[in-house]
């Protein structure tokens, strides 16, 4: 009979058995040395990219190349000033680095409070995840990062070019 009415039938296969093994799996939680290891090497690449910018100064001229877009361009992208303001705030000099470039301190303490919270969440054994930002706030922070770039290539935005 279930020949003739043309369906065909899958053989249903128990494969609960495989992945038991694998860490992470079915409940299984992962070692700690494998939740800790992305938001320590994250950590570890913004502490050592800090420790470069401390000890090779940035306003020596030359020391990291060109900015590619003042190279082309002639005007200053928002992240020009930014290595500038991390080597000033490493050195305490929170002004200066405010100088440089004002969105470098705010988008560090925002990187910084992203990895803590990542190693929080791994510590209680969950997953990372991104911050979970309204359409509102993330056109309203483009448009402010559009809006410093265009400020600080005008005449009235003098305040605003790298240090």
């Not at 009979?1 to 079915?26: C, L």
Request: proline residues 8%.
């Amino acid at each position: 009979m279930a020949a003739s009415s043309g369906r065909r039938y899958r053989k249903r296969v128990d494969n609960a058995h495989v992945a038991t093994g694998i860490s992470g799996a079915a409940g299984t939680p992962a070692p700690p040395w494998r939740r800790f290891a992305p938001p320590l090497i994250a950590a570890g690449l913004g502490i050592g990219t800090l420790a470069l910018l401390h000890f090779r100064d940035p306003h020596v001229e030359g020391s990291y190349g060109l900015c590619p877009v003042y190279a082309i361009f002639g005007v200053y992208c928002p992240g020009c000033g930014g290595m500038r303001a991390m080597h000033n705030l490493t050195d305490g000099r929170i002004i200066d680095s405010l100088h440089s470039n004002l969105l470098a301190l705010p988008l560090t303490l925002a990187f910084a409070a992203f990895v803590v919270d990542w190693f929080l969440r791994a510590r209680r054994g969950q997953g990372w995840r991104l911050p979970r930002l309204s359409p509102v706030t993330v056109w309203t922070f483009f448009g402010l990062l559009i809006g410093y770039s265009v400020l600080r290539n005008t005449p009235w935005g003098t305040w605003l070019t790298p240090v």
